[in-house]
């Protein structure tokens, strides 16, 4: 089993910036890849950003390529995701998760283990 706790999300301005931290717990946090994905209302879950369980590789969808990183730490088994120049478009609820396998993943499908989501609400 692994907990998956979401922290740092809020309310910013357009053109602001965030920080997104997710603890996990219960597995052996570096044989996991991890993802960060967003649901806006009346939309369906989405990818944001996955990193392998090394850190070494990242995926991103095109419309947070150059905007958001995301990164890892291992020793303190924590994943982030630096949010800048943040739209409107961006409010969502942001989900961590864990994947099954440890390399980079570009869907969803290998992700099951989910944290209860953190509100991030960007004002124009």
């Known amino acids: 089993q692994v907990q998956l706790v979401e922290s740092g999300g809020g309310l910013v301005q357009a053109g602001g910036s965030l920080r997104l931290s997710c603890a996990a717990s219960?597995?052996?946090?570096?044989?996991?890849?991890m993802g960060w994905f967003r649901q806006a209302p009346g939309k369906e879950r989405e990818i944001v950003a996955t990193?392998?369980?090394?850190?070494?590789?990242?995926y991103y969808t095109d419309s947070v390529k150059g905007r958001f990183t995301i990164s890892r730490d291992n020793p303190k088994n924590t994943v982030y995701l630096q949010m800048n120049s943040l739209k409107p478009e961006d409010t969502a609820v942001y989900y961590c998760?864990?994947?099954?396998?440890?390399?980079?993943?570009?869907?969803?499908?290998?992700?099951?283990?989910w944290g209860q989501g953190t509100q991030v609400t960007v004002s124009s």
């Open positions: 998760a864990s994947s099954s396998i440890v390399g980079v993943a570009t869907t969803g499908r290998t992700f099951n283990y």
């Open positions: 219960g597995r052996t946090f570096r044989s996991a890849a």
């Open positions: 990193i392998s369980g090394s850190g070494g590789s990242a």
